[in-house]
């Protein structure tokens, strides 16, 4: 092999290099490129190419670049047929290929950082809206925050600067990828406090399981296969400090239960359902179900607001939740329908008070 050492190929094997671009891919692009600048205004020049499908043609052009001074021709069946001032042409479109493809390197570059990415959380800074969308500046590339991966009621101003979690990296309707930023993925929590806790980081406390309503609340399970160590006190840390942290990367409303795993059902189902207390639970582990009974003053936190929190207690666990309410002990019972014995009594036998 040949090594060019002229001043245009030197100049395009530093380009190449610096952009991780394959120099001969380069040229064969440039040459590719000069034949269709040559055909859009000379075609008609060679009707020998205009051919049926099938057929071959009856000449054949071919682009040779000078590996001295870098001057592209058009030869036809080894003629050089460039016309008059065909160079300025040639040299701009060659111009134009190179800073295609040194954009396309760097697109490439920056996809391949990211996808090694993938998973993790990133401060980013909101720099534009697409509509709902929002976009963030993430450092060396913009990312996508879908209206789906907002977390609700949470408002977006621009400069405003917020931990997101990067989700994935997918191709749009024109074959730009995209890199798709969330607020509301549960993995989010995981990060947070991965970040936060430093025993999660270690390896000593680990997370069980994330279940999330973004906005409204969070249930995390955590366990640690140490003696001695509290892995819900490592979570909230000295004084509450390290879940209001998270609490606060998440916009201050979202309110985190972090509850103890254990591998006994009946009492993961008890800790999933704080800060509820349960009476007792009826376990249908074939089918995976519960009946959890609870008080009259109970059941409101154990079903939750709009039953958010019977409802994540339900995805933390695995199991299918029905809350079932007693009577609190000597406490009235409260009619809520008639009885027998009241529909069957006569009219005649109900006294009215006399009205004055």
Do not use: W
């Not at 549960?186 to 999660?200: G, T």
């Amino acid at each position: 092999m040949t090594v060019v050492k002229s001043e245009f190929f030197l100049a395009l094997n530093q380009v190449a290099t610096e952009r991780g671009i394959s120099p001969q891919d380069v040229v064969d692009s440039i040459k590719a490129a000069v034949m269709a600048a040559y055909l859009k205004d000379y075609g008609k020049n060679h009707p020998g190419l205009d051919v049926a499908e099938g057929e071959e043609p009856t000449t054949s052009l071919e682009v040779k670049i000078n590996q001295d001074s870098g001057e592209m021709h058009i030869f036809e069946d080894d003629k050089d047929i460039t016309p008059p001032g065909f160079g300025r042409i040639a040299a701009q479109t060659a111009r134009q290929v190179i800073l295609q493809q040194i954009r396309e390197a760097e697109k490439r570059h920056i996809v391949q950082h990211y996808t090694g990415q993938v998973g993790t959380i990133i401060r980013g800074r909101v720099i534009r809206f697409e509509g709902r969308f929002v976009s963030f500046d993430i450092g060396k590339a913009e990312g996508i925050l879908p209206v789906e991966e907002q977390i609700r009621n949470e408002q977006y101003r621009l400069n405003d600067t917020l931990t997101v979690y990067i989700k994935e990296i997918k191709e749009d309707h024109f074959g730009n990828s995209r890199i798709i930023l969330s607020r509301a993925h549960p993995n989010l929590v995981n990060e947070l406090f991965a970040k936060e806790v430093p025993e999660i980081a270690s390896g000593t406390v680990k997370i069980y399981r994330v279940v999330r309503e973004p906005g409204d609340r969070t249930k995390i399970a955590v366990h640690s296969d140490q003696q001695g160590v509290d892995p819900v006190g490592a979570c909230v840390g000295q004084k509450g400090i390290r879940v209001k942290s998270v609490t606060d990367e998440l916009g201050g409303n979202e309110k985190i239960d972090i509850i103890q795993y254990n591998e006994d059902d009946e009492t993961f189902i008890r800790e999933a359902l704080s800060p509820a207390t349960v009476e007792t639970i009826k376990l249908d582990k074939k089918n995976k179900r519960a009946e959890v009974i609870v008080t009259e003053e109970q059941a409101p936190l154990a079903i939750g607001k709009n039953g958010v929190n019977v409802n994540l207690a339900s995805k933390l666990v695995d199991y299918e939740l029905d809350i079932v309410q007693i009577q609190t002990e000597g406490k009235e019972p409260e009619v809520t329908q008639e009885t027998p014995e009241e529909a069957e009594q006569p009219e005649s036998e109900q006294t009215e008070e006399p009205t004055a």
